[in-house]
T-cell receptor, first 115, second 113 residues
């Protein structure tokens, strides 16, 4: 079983709803990430947190709002989404040492459908 | 522009057969290249990492190769099993201050009995 847990596994929301995705890692890693995976497209990096500090925001629309209260938990708050935001949202963690050889450990994702 | 191109996009083979997946990249400066396997409904899982000095590396029935001169990598699967059905994603890390990752679009492999 993966050391990165994401909830919920599936989410259907209307464009006016507000919801949150949750990610928890049990690996003691110091970095956490949100990725978006759309059909037939490469994974897109959304946000990076290193030691709880956001180090990257990849030009993501403000309707996506990340939160990292501690090094083990990561949230993605969603509001007024668009149908094109429907995708698989993957959380990942890694132990960053500055060398760059650490693999990403992914959760199983939240399948989001915006109606 | 950093890019990672994978081929083929999809592949169907019979159980027990071998196959080779390709990954071409333009990422520079190069740090390492990693292959991930993503089963349906799951997150990607790392199979192997290749650094600049490595030409080949095996992980069970999976063998990855790297040619840093031509900027090409391959993933060879031997004696395929039904459980090999998955998407295989090539990811290249650059060697600058950002250590940025560039993802390929993946190859979707289906192994049929």
């Amino acid at each position: 079983e993966t050391g990165v847990t994401q909830t919920p596994r599936h989410l259907v929301m209307g464009m006016t709803n507000k919801k949150s995705l949750k990610c928890e890692q049990h690996l003691g890693h110091n970095a956490m990430y949100w990725y978006k995976q759309s059909a037939k497209k490469p994974l897109e990096l959304m946000f990076v947190y290193n030691f709880k500090e956001q180090t990257e925001n990849n030009s993501v629309p403000s309707r996506f709002s990340p939160e990292c209260p501690n090094s083990s938990h990561l949230f993605l708050h969603l509001h007024t989404l668009q149908p094109e935001d429907s995708a698989l949202y993957l959380c990942a963690s890694s132990q960053e040492t500055g060398i760059g050889n650490s693999p990403l450990h992914f959760g199983n994702g939240t399948r989001l459908t915006v109606t | 522009k950093n890019q990672v191109e994978q081929s083929p996009q999809s592949l169907i083979i019979l159980e027990g057969k071998n196959c080779t997946l390709q990954c071409n990249y333009t990422v520079s400066p190069f740090s390492n290249l990693r292959w991930y396997k993503q089963d349906t409904g799951r997150g990607p899982v790392s199979l192997t990492i290749m650094t600049f000095s490595e030409n080949t590396k095996s992980n069970g029935r999976y063998t990855a190769t790297l040619d840093a001169d031509t900027k090409q990598s391959s993933l060879h699967i031997t004696a395929s099993q039904l459980s090999d059905s998955a998407s295989y994603i090539c990811v290249v890390r650059n060697n600058n201050a950002g250590n940025m990752l560039t993802f390929g679009g993946g190859t979707r492999l289906m192994v049929k009995p």
